[in-house]
């Protein structure tokens, strides 16, 4: 199952990688370079996952966080920074983090705290089942249906498909 993932990154390399990790991994992933962007990208984008740096422009990732905290916000965030001291990571799992990774990483581990961190999200445990309309997207079996009639598509058909109904209502950029 595809879920939404955050990514607040101001460098273009490492945002870039990332993006391009997670989406090939089957998670769509959107990018910001910009503390103040991925705020609002964040309150405003129903993301099951916020993968932050620390030293961003505008709003720093710690800013960000307790912006999200204080606003009720308790969707799972994993700080991914070169700050590497111990005092950072302490206050980042204090501000609200379920996870701090340190710069230079892995992809590997990444790709494992991110999948350990869904998997005792609340948003691991949502439907199977995306309903627009007569449109029935059926997640577990990979399955498609409008009006009871079994549409089949092909896997890049069935992800775009359900990227769009997730994002029901929303206008996407072609991207």
Do not use: C
């Amino acid at each position: 199952m595809r879920v939404k993932i955050l990514i607040v990154e101001d460098e273009p390399k490492t945002g870039e990688y990332l993006r391009q990790g997670l989406s090939e991994a089957g998670y769509v992933a959107d990018l910001v370079p910009h503390g103040t962007d991925g705020l609002h990208m964040a309150l405003h984008g129903a993301y099951d996952l916020v993968i932050l740096d620390v030293m961003l422009p505008g709003l720093n990732g710690w800013q960000v966080l307790q912006s999200l905290r204080e606003r009720g916000l308790q969707m799972p965030v994993l700080f991914l920074t070169a700050r590497d001291q111990v005092e950072d990571r302490v206050k980042g799992l204090e501000l609200g983090a379920d996870d701090y990774l340190v710069k230079p990483f892995s992809f590997a581990e990444l790709l494992a705290r991110v999948r350990i961190i869904l998997r005792r999200s609340p948003a691991g445990n949502e439907s199977t089942m995306l309903r627009v309309a007569d449109l029935e997207l059926d997640l577990r079996r990979r399955r498609v249906s409008r009006n009871g009639k079994r549409v089949d598509l092909t896997a890049k058909e069935f992800g775009l498909l359900e990227l769009l109904m997730r994002r029901h209502g929303e206008v996407l950029p072609r991207s």
